[in-house]
């Protein structure tokens, strides 16, 4: 079993539901990600000099830390925004049978 400092989730964001499925679809395929939860969220930030507001989807992304290189091309293959969000953040521990199955659901 890999060790827990080798899982991590990647969180991104989308206001395109084709680029949402897209990328959902390619990273599972792939078995980069053994999960993808989404959920609906009100973004509010700076751009271009101006507040915006828009409705989005958090992509909620588990993977193997090593894969992060990949999922990220992923992700720039199929998104539509200039500067995409895509953050990863190390799980420091978590369920180890939950981790496993994160270890199994993913390619090697």
Known sequence: ??????????LSTTNEE?????????LLQAKLAACIQ???ITSYYQWQGEVNQDQESLLI???LHRH???VE????????YQVPQIIMLPIET?????????????HS
């Open 18 to 26: 084709e680029c949402r499925q897209n990328i959902i679809n390619a």
């Open 61 to 63: 992304i588990k993977i």
């Open 38 to 40: 989404v959920m609906p």
């Open 94 to 106: 978590g369920f180890p049978e939950y981790l496993q199955w994160i270890q199994s659901s993913s």
């Open 1 to 10: 079993m890999e060790t827990q400092e080798g899982y991590a989730i990647v």
């Open 68 to 70: 992060y290189a990949e």
């Open 73 to 80: 091309k992923v992700i720039l293959e199929h998104h539509s």
